[in-house]
């Protein structure tokens, strides 16, 4: 095969296997507001994202288990907000990262409490997930 042909046939393959894994490096669609309902494919993975500040002693909690069957459970993790005067009980961020496993919808419900005090709960929220097999 001419050096050309053999460069031409590269680059092709490059574009084909470029564009077969154009999906692998898009980010999970973050959601903030229980109002809004997640929208995945089978496949998909997404976040939620909610406000908290565990120096109060309150902590995002599970209302209700997670439909397994539905939903796995990737990450959670909390994230402090940028803090550069170093300020005491600055709050964060909480986040939850699930990837659907297949179709139909659920519910993933999280109440904001003191785990030690069964009347603390300040807040509570649901999040719709609807999940598409394509």
Known sequence: MSRRKTLTLLLVLGALVGQACGDEGTEPVVYTDPADTVQVKVGESFWISLESNPT??????????????????????????????????????????????????????????????????????EFRVEINAE
């Open 56 to 125: 109060t002693g309150y902590k995002w909690q599970f209302g209700t288990p997670v439909d397994t069957t539905l939903l796995k459970l990737s990450e959670q993790k909390y994230v402090p907000d940028p803090n550069p005067e170093k300020l005491m009980g600055r709050g964060g961020r909480d986040h939850w990262l699930f990837e659907a496993i297949k179709p139909g919808s659920a519910g993933i419900s999280l109440q904001y409490l003191r785990p030690w005090d069964s009347t603390s709960m300040e807040r509570s929220v």
